[in-house]
């Protein structure tokens, strides 16, 4: 039975399973106020597009128009099951204030124009940036909810017809530590584990991941195995009484940013207890000496005194994790976005080689993605990396991505890796890079530091394009706006965080003169006029189709290999895990199972780096220290965070998500069922801390950290004391500023977060910063407007106050919002 209420009940009711079973189905539906489901004309197949689980639904349509959406029974991901976001989120494609024209500025305003007008423009300034200033001058900052065919299309162009270096996703904020993590373990990108191995496990660990809000469905699956036969244990690492946390046989709330220090004490625990499958490590890796080593000076008591956990609680996670006989773990933003991140990603991986725990049903590391199509991003090459996994460092792996494209390998960059986002960015503050076009991510809401953002972003001598479907706190510093078309009214594919591809299908127009985003990027090439080595118009494909059939040879041989996969077989099987090729035509459900990798030093993705200093290794250093290629070992020691808290600023300041909302609430908050769940920012803080402060629930407090403020009602939660926890869903698009801030921004965490990355993947740390609280007015009895539901569940005293306040919820949407300006 699907839930009645998926605000109140977001994971829906039980369908209980044993271990191996297979999950049952429950279909989900949503559709419109009086559209019955026989009225509806169409169901178009799709997949959930506001995370990374990759849930099968179908787009109902009617008249024309999109009325809802409904589970995929069949699908292998989801079963049927749709979260609340995903339930509600389609409505905003009907939003009124959509693009649907073009926008050029003219006098220092915004005006519309058609799209002749607007592309000209694009092509003659990046035509002569080109020709005056060489490629470098131009850099592309993208996405991780394209599809697939508009990543490889804007790789093509970026890295091939213009030849800069300068190209990468919102991914960098988002999966770069997965996928850094991954190359540092097994030679390559690469996501090991499948859902499936849920329904296996007997342990499953979560590292920094709030699955329950932000992978809601993949959490029911959990779940659902709670409430069956023989459930698994669940170990939870995260500062916050996470729903995950809740549910854990065992809670670990480090400090933030002491992962490493965890980690380490866990590992050794395992060598100690010779929890060691020796006969897997001896065959399949190396690097063995060296972990014991660097681990071996972390026993749990000195990990307690970083970490601030009981030295009996890591000895008894290690044993968790010790006696398990089929391990899953997933690692988030807990770990990418926080100090030292791919060092500590790693040491999960690490967990699973010294336990042989890989390859086989319920034996699964997940190093989770986020947004929808983030792993298209990295296959791709659009996320600071080349096309389909390649080396740039490898001459062999540049002359192979040339011969696709027929160009000439000069003309594809590889003098150094390709730039990360944080260094475009630098490039764009410096004045380096004067042309830059940023498709489908908002970075004027979601980089850290924004009044720098800001900035750089409208500086004078820089030519911004922005190409979305709303108008953004970005698109707003825009010289050209492109209006785009979006899920559901484009096809293409995209795959989730278990490498399952599925086909998305064009439901219905886009609004106005709105277009596809491949659509966009073709047309610039055809009026660049760039052409192959054959004088041919490149690229050479001019259709989702076509772009798709080119991919499967760009992949062909290549881990991600799609060229078994087509447009009719997706159309006829649903998802489908890659690698698809000849040797794994019904796709495949595991990398590893035969404990071969992806690490050879010719067919690597990277020759490693160091993981303190981020230097990277050469060709020669990975040969002598991996020459057949077996997965690696890497140890690290903990480095504190560079900015921790001190007298002034005396909490530690992370920032994430919330189930209702995703991002910068583009879409979420334009459904009036999302946006009445969470409608306003709150900060969650321990009850201890908000006695030390004087703050009740409800408290309108500024948090400030060096960097600026965030002014919100203080939720009294079970967050770690010593720690503030700010969502980073709301930005400025939908309030009046000046009236908002006092002439101060003060709403977005990022006005906060630190321009700072993790030296390994560049990924920037929103999770380590110092901060401090002070009322500015009482609550007057209103409790915040944060959801009850989730993390943020109000505990103690709070609790019976926001009790209290309940049936108000109407109201107090407007209050809120009023309360904080
Ligand atoms: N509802 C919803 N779902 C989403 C999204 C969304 O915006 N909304 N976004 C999608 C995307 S793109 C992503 S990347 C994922 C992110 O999914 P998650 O990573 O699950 O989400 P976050 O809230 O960013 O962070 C997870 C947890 O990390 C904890 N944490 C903070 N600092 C530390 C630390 O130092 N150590 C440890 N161990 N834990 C720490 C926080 O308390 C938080 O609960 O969600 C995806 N799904
Ligand atoms: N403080 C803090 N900051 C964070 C994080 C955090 O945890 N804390 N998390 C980081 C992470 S993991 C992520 S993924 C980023 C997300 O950061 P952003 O990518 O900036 O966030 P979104 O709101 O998803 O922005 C996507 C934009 O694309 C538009 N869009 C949607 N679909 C389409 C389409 O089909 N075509 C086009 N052209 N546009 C489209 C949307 O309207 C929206 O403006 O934020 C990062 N920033
Ligand atoms: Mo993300």
Request: charged fraction near 25%; proline fraction near 7%.
């Amino acid at each position: 039975m699907p839930s009645k209420d998926p605000i109140a009940e977001p994971w829906g009711t039980r369908t209980p399973y044993g271990s191996g079973q297979p999950w049952p189905v429950r279909v989900d539906l949503h559709l419109a106020r009086g559209v019955a489901p026989h009225e509806v004309d169409r169901w178009v197949p799709s997949a959930s597009i506001l995370h990374s689980n990759g849930d099968g639904l179908d787009i109902a349509v009617k008249d024309g128009r999109i009325v809802g959406v409904r589970g995929r029974g069949e699908d292998r991901v989801n079963r049927g099951r749709l979260d609340p976001k995903d339930l509600y989120g389609w409505q905003a494609n009907h939003s009124p204030d959509r693009l649907t024209r073009p926008l050029v500025r003219r006098g220092g305003e915004l005006v519309e124009t058609d799209w002749d007008t607007a592309m000209d423009l694009v092509v003659e300034h990046s035509g002569r940036t080109l020709e005056d200033r060489g490629a470098s001058a131009l850099g592309f900052y993208t996405s991780g909810q394209l599809f697939l065919e508009e990543y490889y299309t804007l790789a093509a162009i970026a890295h091939g017809a213009i030849g800069t270096n300068h190209l990468d996703g919102n991914t960098r904020l988002c999966t770069a530590t997965a996928a850094s993590a991954l190359k540092e373990s097994f030679g390559c990108d690469g996501q090991p584990g499948s859902y499936e191995d849920i329904d296996h496990a007997d342990v499953i660990a979560l590292y920094g991941h709030n699955m329950a809000e932000t992978q809601a469905v993949l959490w029911s699956r959990v779940l659902d195995r709670l409430a069956g036969a023989n459930p698994p244990r669940l170990l939870c690492v995260d500062p916050r009484a996470t729903p995950v946390a809740r549910r854990s046989t065992l809670h670990l709330a480090p400090r933030p940013g002491t992962n490493v220090a965890l980690m380490n004490a866990i590992l050794r625990e395992l060598v100690r207890t010779d929890r060691v499958d020796h006969a897997y490590v001896e065959a399949h890796t190396v690097g063995y000496e060296e972990l014991v080593r660097v681990t071996a000076a972390y026993p749990p008591e000195r990990a307690a005194a970083i970490c601030d956990v009981p030295a009996r609680e890591i000895s008894a996670a290690a044993e968790l994790l010790g006696g398990a006989e089929r391990l899953v773990s997933t690692v988030l933003q807990g770990f990418y976005q926080s100090n030292q991140a791919t060092g500590t990603a790693v040491q999960v991986n690490n967990v699973h080689l010294l336990r042989g725990m890989l390859g086989r049903p319920g034996a699964g590391v997940l190093q989770m993605n986020g947004q929808p199509t983030a792993e298209n991003t990295r296959e791709c090459g659009a996320d600071g990396d080349l096309t389909a996994f390649r080396n740039w460092n490898n001459d062999r792996h540049v002359r192979e991505l040339a011969a696709l494209w027929n160009l000439d390998p000069l003309r594809v960059p590889h003098y150094a890796p390709p730039t990360h986002a944080m260094q475009i960015m630098r490039y764009v503050e410096k004045g380096s890079i004067r042309f830059l076009w940023i498709s489908a991510t908002n970075p004027a809401a979601s980089l850290p530091d924004l009044r720098r953002v800001r900035e750089f972003l409208s500086k004078e001598g820089l030519f911004l394009v922005v190409q979305d479907v709303f108008m953004t706190e970005t698109a707003e510093l825009a010289d050209v706006v492109l209006p785009a078309a979006t899920l559901g009214e484009k096809t293409g594919t995209f795959t989730n965080s278990d490498r399952t591809v599925h086909l998305s299908e064009k439901a219905v127009e886009p609004p106005g003169e709105a277009r596809p985003d491949l659509d966009i990027f073709l047309d610039y090439a055809r009026r660049m006029g760039f052409r192959d080595d054959d004088g041919r118009p490149f690229p050479q494909w001019d259709d989702a189709e076509s772009a798709f059939e080119a991919w499967k040879r760009a992949s062909q041989g290549r881990p991600c290999d799609y060229s078994g996969l087509s447009y009719e077989r997706l159309r006829s099987t649903g998802g489908v895990q890659w690698p698809c090729n000849e040797q794994n035509p019904e796709g495949t459900p595991r990398l590893y199972a035969d404990g071969r990798f992806w690490a050879g030093p010719d067919e690597c993705e990277s020759y490693g780096k160091d993981l303190v200093t981020g230097a990277p290794l050469e060709e020669e250093e990975y040969r002598a220290a991996n020459p057949r290629g077996l997965a690696m070992l890497k140890a690290v020691d903990f480095v504190p965070p560079h900015e921790t808290p001190d007298r002034e600023y005396p909490y530690a300041l992370i920032t994430g998500r919330t189930l209702y909302q995703f991002h910068t609430r583009t879409k979420t908050g334009r459904a009036p069922e999302l946006r009445r769940a969470a409608p306003e920012v709150w900060v969650e803080i321990a009850p201890s801390d908000a006695r030390a402060e004087g703050i009740g629930e409800g408290d309108v407090v500024e948090v400030r950290a060096r960097r600026g403020a965030v002014r919100a009602r203080a939720r009294i939660s079970g967050v770690r004391p010593g720690v503030l926890f700010v969502p980073f869903h709301y930005g400025y698009w939908d309030v009046d500023v000046a009236a908002a801030s006092d002439g101060e921004r003060a709403r977005a965490a990022n006005e906060m977060t630190a321009d700072d990355w993790d030296p390994v993947s560049k990924q920037p740390l929103f999770k380590t910063a110092a901060a401090r609280v002070r009322v500015l007015s009482r609550g007057g009895g209103r409790p915040s407007p944060a959801p009850t539901t989730t993390a943020s569940a109000p505990v103690g005293e709070a609790a019976e106050a926001v009790e209290a306040t309940r049936g108000e919820a109407d109201t107090l949407e407007q209050c809120h919002r009023e309360g904080t300006r």
